[in-house]
């Protein structure tokens, strides 16, 4: 039987002796709603919509929290700001060269098979980052080219 996120949340929070506070909650629903991989910065802006007297430092502290706890992971792209993601499964992930939107892609695990390592090296786990223009950005580009200058 499949574990919902909100069971695997509360499994995790209780199960490794954390208080489930409203601040807590509130974070892991705003990353848990919303695919769009957001900085720390991005989620105290849209938490604070909907809790106002929640604070920078609990939004860094929680989000430190859920990726020790494994609800979230981390995204590093580039040098930019760390980005969070709650979906668990094994996935890679897009980066839109035009508008810096983070997608997730599906990676086939028989992909990893396929890599040729040194012998006796063996892959834990594999972050992949793939860049480029998203349709959206794709199709803006086609209806509104950008004129040369000359």
Same mark, same amino acid.
């Not at 996120?5 to 601040?23: A, E, F, K, N």
């Not at 709603?33 to 991005?42: G, N, R, V």
């Given at each position: 039987m499949k574990v919902s996120?909100?069971?695997?949340?509360?499994?995790?929070?209780?199960?490794?002796?954390?208080?489930?506070?409203?601040?807590r909650r509130h974070v892991y629903d705003l #990353?848990?709603?919303?695919?769009?991989?957001? *900085?720390? *910065?991005?989620?105290? #802006?849209r938490a604070k919509k909907g809790m106002p007297s929640i604070s920078l430092a609990t939004v860094y502290n929680t989000l430190e929290t859920l990726v020790a706890?494994?609800?979230?992971?981390?995204?590093?792209?580039?040098?930019?700001?760390?980005?969070?993601?709650?979906n668990l499964e094994e996935h890679g992930h897009f980066v839109c060269e035009h508008c810096s939107r983070v997608f997730d892609i599906d990676l086939a695990a028989e992909r990893s098979q396929q890599w040729s390592l040194p012998a006796g090296f063996t892959i834990t786990h594999h972050e992949i980052s793939l860049r480029g223009i998203c349709a959206d950005c794709a199709k803006s580009e086609i209806q509104n080219p950008k004129s040369e200058i000359r």
């Open positions: 996120r909100q069971d695997h949340y509360t499994d995790t929070i209780r199960g490794g002796v954390l208080r489930d506070t409203p601040q #990353l848990r709603d919303e695919h769009s991989h957001p *900085t720390a *910065t991005e989620v105290f #802006l706890c494994g609800l979230v992971k981390q995204v590093h792209v580039d040098r930019e700001p760390t980005r969070f993601c709650p």
